[in-house]
């Protein structure tokens, strides 16, 4: 039999899960998309230009939404994501500023 975490441990896990896990709903043009080598990270700032909070490392879910959003085509956008990410980067902030 294989063994695996007991039904608490796993409603502990699915807990801090829930707890740790934040969304976001705010205007596009608040954000500022930045790659370091293949990592993609979104800033979001204020009028004024102040980072409101510590630049967010954007997921593949997340990768998918902002791709919609902008209409850029996903074989594109996963393409510029794996081989050019600051094209990827200039592309979004291109667009989030409109």
Known sequence: MKSGVTLQQM????????ESKEDYLIAPNRLRME????????HLSDDSGTELIEPMTITGIAHRQIGT???I???YYDRMREERPDLLAYNANTWFKQ
Request: glycine share 4%; proline share 5%.
């Open 73 to 75: 085509p996903a074989a």
């Open 35 to 42: 790659s370091y080598g293949k990592e993609m990270f979104l």
């Open 69 to 71: 959003h902008l209409r």
């Open 11 to 18: 409603l502990t896990e699915v807990k801090r899960q829930s």
